[in-house]
């Protein structure tokens, strides 16, 4: 910084000189602030916006904030652990024992593994009489998943009065082709209970019964097992709301 004894010394030119310096600097920096200012307005805006699309994608989709029908409200869960957080680390902790798979007393099929019939050392055929179970294992595991089809036929008599009778399908089959309520109900739960998304349920669904259903598909089932619940979601809601009725009377 320049002192007053330095300037004093300066003549007219020179103090013009470094006025119009100071000038041009003071131009520049107002500038700079200026730019300055307007990113920060940019940034703050983008800020928000972000601030807006964290939300949307905190808020599950409903009935009213989205296209959704009512019915499918229904399957809205909120996630969220019960557990309290502790100091503990994830896992079986030290000291912990741990649990053995227990035999079935029943298994549903049982595999039996018998020696050749010819004894390797002298050649001789093995009497069965004199065999025993000298050991046991279990494999516990999940049968082959396969698409059931199902088919519903009705028939018509002729009487000899000539009335023609003709019998009905059942209520729940109203398609010529129609997914059942055990895959409806495996959707519903994987969609609305596990957050598994449209696309990777297909997948997973293909890949498991080997049943291609698309987005729009398991949306549809998703809205008919809602529909079939509704009437006992309905009844729960106007249990509740007489329960509370009465206990503030």
Request: glycine residues 4%; proline residues 5%.
């Amino acid at each position: 910084m320049v002192s007053k004894a330095e300037l004093r010394k300066l003549n007219k030119e020179q103090l013009v000189n470094m006025v119009y310096d100071l000038l041009i600097r003071v131009d520049n920096l107002v500038a700079e602030v200026q730019i300055l200012k307007e990113e920060a307005k940019v940034l703050k805006e983008e800020v928000q916006d972000l601030k807006e699309e964290v939300k949307r994608l905190k808020t599950p989709k409903n009935s009213s904030n989205s296209s959704l029908p009512p019915s499918h409200d229904l399957f809205r869960f909120k996630n969220q652990s019960l557990r309290e957080k502790g100091n503990k680390k994830s896992g079986g902790q030290p000291g912990h024992k741990g649990k053995t798979l227990l035999m079935s007393a029943n298994p549903d099929s049982v595999i039996e593994h018998w020696p050749k019939e010819i004894c390797p050392q002298c050649g001789k055929t093995h009497n069965n009489e004199r065999s025993q179970i000298i050991g046991r294992r279990q494999v516990i595991d999940i049968p082959v998943i396969k698409a059931s089809v199902i088919e519903h036929q009705i028939f018509q008599t002729i009487c000899t009065c000539g009335y023609i009778s003709i019998g009905n399908f059942p209520a729940d089959v109203s398609a010529p082709v129609q997914y059942g309520n055990n895959l409806i109900s495996l959707t519903a739960y994987l969609s609305s209970r596990q957050y598994v998304p449209y696309a990777r349920l297909s997948e997973l669904v293909r890949s498991i019964t080997s049943i291609s259903i698309s987005e729009g598909t398991i949306f549809n089932l998703l809205n008919r097992a809602a529909n079939i619940v509704l009437p006992i979601y309905k009844g729960i809601k106007r249990r509740d709301y007489k329960s509370n009725h009465n206990r503030w009377r």
